[in-house]
């Protein structure tokens, strides 16, 4: 079987009866061609298939309408929302999103930015600051904007968006401790970067509360579920029957946390609380409702989404403020006793504590 090559332009001038020239006119800026003659393009473009090579207009006009999205994830249900957010700013800007997917990793991230850079996109947004030595100089290099989101650094390589994981761990041990729990267990799993600084954060409440965590925490390096969230806090409970509390770095895990006390009959809240982190949309119907830590995934799209927008198609200023900590807020909920207080986190970060 023969295969058929690519339609091209001039194949669907030559079916069109027009010039290559009017069908280019024709599919960039329709408006200035007749809309009989628009529809005769129409047609042919369609009756071939004709595919328009954006690469070569980009050349030509030095703009791709492309923008590069890295995540870490596209099953973790906390980035749903934010890639949602960034889709919705551009979309009525004309301008496509080429989203990867890098697992995690911070060597696949690399080749990631590597490939997406080839295509010449008009900015690059990023889940997390941990990009190698490489990654940031490709970055630096390629003169467009850059925004780093969900996480704060001292260094951004160009705009930056998100809070403080290890004010955000340490605030949720300073809210249970707020309710006269003592002995607080953690349960952390994957180990990306986010994660490794709630666990900081729990670890460093618990030295300033004067509490010890020995046996307490269960930490993990594979990928998160509800059930290993159920495995992990069995390992604890196993060790340290007398627990009555668990911080768990995202909810998934808490859900987990959850099943495994209904399982053996520990109530919650009233034997023990449990806070997550992330507050996905199964938080409020778990039974009891899931108290946990909140954070603007929406509010820190939208914010690169915009700001990207004014730069490549606006003013071309970068904003005043090009470091946005968005805080966090600790929705409470039936799994943990009712505080009704403000719990202040360190280094002038505030969580709000929301009934």
Known sequence: MT??????????????????VTVSRAIRHPEMVSKKLRERIDNAVR????????????????????????????????????????????????IQVLVTNVRYSAEK????????LGYHPEAMILVGVDQTDNSRQMLTNAGIPVVQTLDLTDNPIDLNIGLSHDDAGYAAVEYLRS????????LTARGDPRSQQRHAGYQRAMDTFGLSSEGLVALTP?????????????????????VEAVF???????????????????????????????????????????????????????WAAQNVLEIIRGSGQRPDKCQVNTGFTIHERG??????KTVHGTRGTKARVVS
């Open 222 to 242: 594979r990928i998160s579920t509800v059930q290993l969230g159920r495995r992990l806090f069995a390992e604890v409970l196993d060790r340290q029957p007398g």
């Open 248 to 302: 768990c770095c995202n909810d998934d895990l808490a859900l987990g946390a959850l099943f495994e006390c209904q399982q053996r009959g520990i109530r919650v809240p009233e034997d023990l609380a449990i806070v997550g982190f992330n507050d996905l949309e199964f938080c409020a119907a778990s039974v009891p409702p899931l108290t946990s830590v909140g954070t603007e995934r929406i509010q820190m799209g939208k």
């Open 3 to 20: 295969r058929k090559h690519r339609a091209t332009l001039s194949d669907v001038a030559s079916k069109a009866g027009v010039s290559p």
């Open 179 to 186: 309710l006269g729990h003592e002995s607080i267990a953690h």
């Open 47 to 94: 009756s071939l298939g004709y595919i328009p090579n954006h690469l070569a207009s980009a050349l030509a006009s030095h703009r791709t309408n492309i923008v590069g999205v890295i995540v870490p994830s596209l099953t973790n249900g906390v980035f749903d929302d934010y890639l949602a957010a960034i889709q919705d700013v551009f979309s009525l800007a004309n």
């Open 335 to 340: 799994s943990s006793m009712p505080a009704h």
């Open 109 to 116: 991230e690399e080749k990631a930015i590597n490939t997406l």
